[in-house]
Every structure is written in C-alpha cells, then in structure tokens.
C-alpha cells in the first residue's frame, strides 16, 4: 500500500481546495489515501508526490478528471428529500407559471451527479404543466464536475430498485424496462435534461439569462465556510428575483449575512 506523508496530503488538499472548492480536513488522509491506491498501482507510481507531479503536466485532464472522480462522493437517490420537490410542484411551479411572462422557465441543477435529482425535477415539471407544456421551454439544466456521472446520466438507465420509490405513474409512464434489473427513461423525459461539465469554483458564471430554480444540495458540505460564501453569493447574482435556492438539508446558510430570505428548513428566496 502507498501511504501517504502530511506534506503530500497538504499539496494534494491544496490543489483541490483551490481548482473545486472541496475542503479535504485532516481526518480525511484515510479515506484519500484508499481512495486513490487502485489509481497509484495502476500507473505505476510508488509515492503521491510523482502522482501530483503527473497530475500538474496532464495536458488532456485524464488525470485530474480522475481525481476528482475518486475524492467526491456522488451519493444521491430519487426523490431524496423530498419535501423540496412537494414544495417545487405545489408551491414554485405555480408561483412560476403566474409570473413568467416569456415561457421561457429556468431550472439549474447544479451538482446533477448520475442524473436522479434533475430528472425528478424533469417529471414534476412534464405533469405539472400537462398538455400546456408545448408552449414552454421547460429545459432542465444539470451539470457537474465528473464526467463520469454525467455519462450515467445521459444514459437515463437505472435499476428498477433506484427508481422504485417513484410513485407508479411515474414508473408506468416515464420508464421503459430493458431486462429484469433496469429500466430506461422516455426519451421525453431525457430530453428535457440539457447535462454539462462544470466547475462551480470557475470565477465567471457563462450563463446569459438567470435562473428562476437552483438546487445545489449536498455539496457545500464540502467547502469552508468562505468557498460557501461566495457560491451563494454568485447564486443570488445568476438568479431573477422571486427565485428559489434549495439546498441541501444538512446545510445552511447564514441569515444574518445572506441576502436570500429564510422560506423553510433549506429552501431561501431571492426577494
């Protein structure tokens, strides 16, 4: 087993605190060090110094994409949480499809891991909106830092187990079964999901209009308490006015320093 010394466990921490805002704790050398052990064996390198030596001079970004496939942890279900989607259908849907004027609905998912939470957001907006939805363009945006869950999401095919707490009319009419284990989602669902690598620590956000809907939940779990700041900060500017934050259940933000308002226990409001 290659270990790891405190110097080299600061250089890697570093480096991926300052490309993807993931604050790596000292606690955590473990787990890095597991993690990427098969990755060092595989290439041949016998210390973590020559691997963060080959990181830095990978032109193409292999090596990189790798790591951060390895240290993040892209964990997420249909309907987690799923007082937020209740609250999405019943409460921000309707507030939308009230006030915007163009048709033009703005929905970002933007830590979209292997594709479950932006294509629930896909189904509550296809019922909501029913037979009026050919007047809208309801394209669900979805990125993430791993293009290997992204893969996994473009795809649209899940075992029937991930999708069995959907409810039946869902599974009936959104899902198609490829053999006794999985299933694949209609293509007018798939669709409905626009997927892109993205960095959310990129200094300039590339998008020309704001968002009526983020979700980034469960990832500022991961940054320091600044790093978490200033995405928020960057949120409230990439988004119109009565939008909708939704976060993570086991995060927060600051209400006495935010500028969204409190709605509920991790949902905010760009008022």
């Known amino acids: 087993m290659v270990t790891i010394t405190e110097k080299e466990f ?4 570093e480096f991926i605190k300052a490309n993807y805002g993931i604050h790596l ?13 098969n990755v060092l064996m595989h290439a041949g390198f016998n210390n973590f110094t020559d691997y963060y030596k080959y990181i830095l001079n990978d032109k193409r970004g292999d090596a990189v994409v790798t790591l951060v496939d390895k240290i993040t942890t892209n964990h997420t279900f249909f309907m987690r949480e799923a007082d937020h989607f209740y609250f ?15 048709r033009d609905l703005r929905i970002w998912c933007a830590a979209s891991s292997s594709g479950e939470e932006s294509y629930t957001l896909a189904m509550i907006i296809d019922e909501f909106f029913g037979n009026e939805k050919a007047g809208w363009d309801t394209k669900v945006l979805a990125t993430d830092i791993s293009e290997t869950v992204l893969d996994i999401a473009r795809k649209g095919v899940y075992s029937n187990e991930r999708i069995a ?9 959104y899902f198609r079964k ?7 989602l209609a293509d007018k669902i798939r669709n409905e999901v626009i997927y892109r690598k993205f960095n959310l620590m990129d200094s300039v956000f590339p998008f020309r209009k704001k ?3 983020i979700f980034c939940r469960n990832v500022m779990i991961y940054f320091d308490n600044q790093t978490k700041t200033d995405l ?26 935010t500028r969204f308002k ?3 226990p991790a949902v905010y409001r760009k008022e």
């Open 10 to 13: 600061k250089q890697l921490a």
């Open 25 to 37: 704790k000292e606690e955590k050398q473990t787990l890095v060090t597991g993690r990427l052990q």
């Open 211 to 213: 968002f009526h809907t």
């Open 232 to 257: 928020v900060n960057r949120f409230y500017d990439q988004m119109e006015y009565g939008g909708y934050l939704f976060i993570g259940h086991s995060e927060s933000l600051n209400r006495e320093t």
């Open 178 to 184: 490829l053999n006794a284990e999985n299933s694949i």
């Open 88 to 102: 999405f259908r019943d409460k921000v849907l309707p507030y939308l499809a009230n006030t915007i004027k163009d």
């Open 165 to 173: 707490p959907l409810p039946s009319a869902w599974k009936a009419g």
């Open 262 to 264: 409190y709605i509920m």
